[in-house]
């Protein structure tokens, strides 16, 4: 029977209940030039994707000058760390099933589309960096989610089979990029949805889900 070895979590929505504060910095930097994105456009459109890559479907649908691409990246990261040192905090369920899963033999990493320093802050401000093998962002390849390549490179980083791989995502652009890198994935709603007793049922599933294809 195939086993899972190890589990990749994404952690915006996953780890962190993050969406709102990138929501949040990327409208403050955004309304210094005139300009905003609405929750509804986030949630459907732009959740998940890497900052540079909204600016530039903004610019495509709504002439954002691609002069201040690099000013409002800047600015909005400026904002995320103002908003991960006051709302980032550990969550109990969440320190239990990373240290449980650890400790059971699990392999655990992190591939976010945040940049290094917001995902080293947030995993290090929730204290779940102690359980992580390594983290990789959106600086670590070259093609973001919904392309498959940090999963792809979490598994290889790992030396293991896609299969020995539950992949833990929460939205269409992580979903795509999991499935595409051939791993197991558990989709999740939200971050109350990544706990122990839910892990390892997902787990289950997959185990026997390998099987059952043999």
């Known amino acids: 029977?195939?086993?899972?070895?190890?589990?990749?979590?994404?952690?915006?929505?996953?780890?962190?209940?993050?969406?709102?504060?990138?929501?949040?910095?990327?409208?403050?930097?955004?309304?210094?030039?005139?300009?905003?994105?609405?929750?509804?456009?986030?949630?459907?459109?732009?959740?998940?994707?890497?900052?540079?890559?909204?600016?530039?479907?903004?610019?495509?649908?709504?002439?954002?000058?691609?002069?201040?691409?690099?000013?409002?990246?800047?600015m909005k990261q400026i904002y995320t760390m103002e908003i991960i040192y006051q709302k980032c905090k550990p969550t109990f369920y969440h320190e239990y099933a990373l240290s449980k899963l650890k400790s059971e033999g699990y392999r655990l990493a992190v591939a976010s589309n945040s940049i290094r320093n917001s995902v080293e802050m947030m995993m290090e401000k929730s204290r779940l960096s102690q359980y992580l093998e390594f983290m990789l962002s959106n600086q670590d390849v070259t093609k973001s989610k919904p392309d498959p390549e940090i999963y792809l490179t979490s598994i290889s980083k790992l030396g293991l089979e896609p299969l020995e791989c539950l992949i833990v995502e929460d939205n269409p652009n992580g979903i795509k990029a999991a499935k595409a890198s051939g791993g197991h994935v558990y989709q999740v709603e939200n971050v109350r949805d990544v706990n122990y007793q839910a892990i390892k049922a997902a787990i289950k599933q997959a185990e026997e889900g390998s099987e059952k294809l043999k």
């Not at 300009?35 to 954002?64: A, C, F, W």
């Open 1 to 74: 029977m195939l086993k899972i070895k190890a589990i990749i979590f994404d952690m915006d929505g996953v780890l962190i209940e993050a969406k709102d504060w990138h929501y949040e910095a990327l409208n403050k930097a955004l309304r210094l030039f005139g300009y905003t994105i609405s929750r509804y456009e986030h949630l459907v459109t732009y959740d998940g994707l890497p900052t540079r890559q909204k600016l530039e479907m903004l610019t495509i649908e709504r002439n954002l000058p691609r002069a201040l691409h690099g000013f409002i990246n800047e």
